[in-house]
């Protein structure tokens, strides 16, 4: 499904402030895997996000989704096939639009727009079964203006708006990272469960060690622009952080020393 071929990202070329964010990173992803990425901050993994969705271009290496090649594709172009989820609520969504005009929105994606572009009432149901799974009690609010809601209901709200057509690949960006644990942990499980329900193919990138061993079916850690750590299968399922760590020590003679990912 994705297949990262040995791509370097170096920002600020040939400056003091010069920096290599990776350093010939490869990895394959197989249709319907779940990966979480961890890493202290400059490890990478952020940047490794950007560069599969368009946002930086690589260069060095290649990158393939679904038997593409898309390393010069720009980030527009790649958007038809990824959905995406930012760490910031306010992003992904139109502030001054109702709900149901939100999800018409990304439903359309790709169509044309021509004068047929109403919301029927069968539409409006569907949208409401959608919505009543979340526990928000957004399907009674169809017409709320998404700038009205909560940091929690919006992303909730964005991840079902970027699934909706079923994306080749879904990148989450920190996307729980905004808010408190509670609203969190709901985020979460809601991920959890649309990505399972969809059976889609995911990356996500966390802070959070505890998120990033709780979630997901494989565990890659970034260190220093470079994949340091690949956890899957029973493995991962038993892991704790402490193994974590401990792996992490023993692989780079070192302590991890993120005080963000360690205090999550």
């Known amino acids: 499904m994705l297949k990262i071929n040995e791509i370097t990202k170096t920002f600020n070329v040939g400056t003091v402030n010069e920096k290599t964010a990776l350093r010939n990173v490869s990895l394959s992803i197989e249709e319907g895997e779940f990966i979480t990425v961890i890493g202290g901050n400059g490890s990478g993994k952020s940047t490794l996000l950007n560069c599969v969705a368009g946002v930086y271009s690589v260069d060095e290496?290649?990158?393939i989704i679904d038997n593409t090649d898309v390393t010069n594709v720009t980030e527009h172009k790649?958007?038809?096939?990824?959905g995406r989820v930012f760490q910031d609520p306010m992003l992904g969504t139109a502030a001054n639009m109702g709900i149901e005009e939100n999800l018409a929105l990304a439903l359309r994606r790709g169509q044309r727009r021509g004068l047929k572009w109403g919301i029927s009432n069968k539409e409006r149901e569907m949208y409401r079964n959608l919505l009543k799974p979340l526990g928000l009690g957004l399907e009674d609010r169809l017409s709320t203006k998404v700038g009205l809601l909560s940091g929690g209901q919006r992303q909730a709200l964005t991840l079902l708006m970027s699934t909706l057509k079923k994306p080749k690949l879904l990148l989450l960006d920190e996307h729980t990272a905004a808010l408190d644990p509670k609203t969190a942990a709901t985020v979460l499980e809601i991920s959890d469960r649309i990505v399972r329900e969809n059976k889609l193919t995911t990356l996500m990138v966390t802070h959070n060690m505890r998120d990033a061993?709780?979630?997901?079916?494989r565990l890659i850690?970034?260190?220093?622009?470079?994949?340091v750590l690949d956890i899957r299968g029973?493995?991962?399922s038993k892991?704790?952080?402490e193994d974590l760590l401990a792996q992490f020590e023993r692989v780079r003679g070192e302590k991890f020393t993120s005080d963000r990912a360690l205090l999550s």
């Open 61 to 63: 290496g290649s990158i």
């Open 78 to 82: 790649r958007a038809a096939v990824l």
């Open 213 to 217: 061993i709780e979630h997901g079916t």
């Open 221 to 227: 850690m970034m260190y220093e622009g470079e994949i």
């Open 234 to 236: 029973e493995e991962k």
């Open 239 to 241: 892991l704790s952080v």
